[in-house]
């Protein structure tokens, strides 16, 4: 009894997309080992913070959003990604520790060509933490040097501050350009401080940047970045999420989620520039390797699914002609379905209604009543309803288990009480 359903309408922040048809709210206590299987086969929400989750259809979305992850083991930094670490580093420090703490603390002539022909990740990322710096006596002042800026980075609880919650709405406000009337801190608590971890990062006593993350037996998943708009210049979305690989490559996590990548967000481009990144494919659950092949792929394709043109014998040596036959056995996305049981749709990832018959037992499913819990054999003429009468008893149990799949059916509660 892990995971409660209360409704399976959109929500609000997604229903100009066309493509949900499921959802999972007020979702509780999942055993850890089975949180990469939710997070790998559902979305969560803005408006969520963890607890409430979204079933996309990629096939009919006007702008597919692809779950994107990281090997942090064998990730190796780009120039520009370098290059990013570097001007900040050196921006925080300032010419004129730099100078003094070269002169009080000399490196050796093998330790500068080591700095200079390599860049360790887990190193240069902390190189501006305050905790990190070397602030040796001055000889003239007879007191310790300091950088130009105190810059300090905390991973810590979600707990809720009135400083968090105005950079969060100065956020919204300025990037996402939300009136006041749809930014609460009802709304912030719920998002973002709803059972996740967030890193704070402070420059000289202000916050100006919060990184919100799940953290997850095999992963760091990023949630959400909010910054002050006064740090624009140092490209902190690329800078974040070079300290959340380094957080995972030191505490032993083998992924870093990165999201979503949409290949038409020029916005999301950067993330391709991660290696080696990976997409999730929305059919078979694989992971494809997100190279320059996958690239061409998505920029010739509004829908792209490798398992699915291996289905249909499609590779890299196929001709243009026989690519088009793959993207012509996928609907239209101009004409998505609105279908009453999402076993009408032909939505990617979904069990059909003889998966669901063949494999999952649905007289073991449990669900809500106002004062009790029990199995749906327990509902007098359960069995009598159809399974693709979406407003049946029966026709909501099926519909879910065929979003969340086997290993996660019998984890879960069907809330049919109709509370809060």
Not at 192 to 215: P, W
């Amino acid at each position: 009894m892990s995971l409660w359903v209360r409704s399976q309408e959109a929500p609000d922040s997604m229903t100009n997309m066309d493509l949900v048809h499921f959802k999972a709210s007020h979702i509780t206590h999942i055993p850890i080992e089975k949180c990469s299987l939710l997070t790998t086969r559902a979305s969560s929400t803005e408006d969520g913070g963890g607890t409430t989750y979204y079933k996309p259809d990629l096939r009919h979305s006007c702008c597919p959003h692809y779950t994107i992850r990281l090997d942090g083991s064998a990730f190796k930094p780009q120039k520009d990604q370098r290059k990013a670490v570097n001007r900040f580093t050196d921006y925080i420090l300032g010419p004129d520790y730099v100078r003094l703490a070269a002169r009080l603390c000399p490196k050796s002539r093998e330790q500068k060509k080591h700095y200079r022909t390599s860049f360790d990740l887990t190193l240069r990322i902390h190189e501006a933490e305050y905790q990190y710096i070397k602030r040796p006596i001055s000889p003239s002042t007879r007191k310790s040097i300091e950088p130009a800026h105190k810059f300090e980075v905390t991973l810590e609880a979600d707990t809720f501050t009135e400083e968090k919650y105005t950079l969060f709405a100065n956020y919204q406000r300025v990037v996402h350009k939300e009136p006041p009337s749809r930014i609460s801190k009802a709304g912030f608590r719920s998002f973002l401080c709803s059972g996740i971890a967030q890193t704070t990062y402070e420059q000289d006593g202000k916050e100006r940047k919060i990184g919100v993350l799940d953290l997850m037996p095999h992963c760091v998943s990023s949630v959400y970045l909010i910054y002050h708009e006064s740090v624009n210049d140092w490209e902190f979305g690329k800078l974040s999420a070079l300290q959340e690989i380094a957080l995972a490559v030191e505490d032993g996590y083998q992924y870093y989620y990165m999201g979503y990548y949409i290949h038409s967000c020029t916005k999301m481009r950067y993330k391709s520039t991660f290696h080696p990144t990976y997409v999730l494919d929305p059919e078979t659950y694989d992971w494809d390797l997100l190279d320059q092949e996958m690239l061409a792929r998505l920029s010739a394709c509004d829908y792209v699914s490798l398992s699915r043109e291996r289905r249909l014998g499609i590779n890299s040596s196929s001709s243009e002609s026989d690519r088009q036959e793959a993207v012509a056995s996928v609907p239209s996305t101009s004409a998505a379905p609105t279908p009453s049981s999402i076993f009408h749709t032909d939505m990617p990832g979904v069990m059909s209604i003889e998966e669901v018959k063949g494999n999952i037992p649905l007289e073991d499913v449990e669900v809500r009543l106002t004062d009790k819990t029990v199995n749906l054999a327990r509902l007098g003429h359960w069995d009598e309803e159809e399974m693709i009468d979406s407003s049946s008893v029966q026709g909501i149990a099926a519909e879910f288990v065929a979003c969340v799949g086997p290993a996660l059916a019998g984890e879960i509660v069907i809330d049919l009480s109709g509370g809060a």
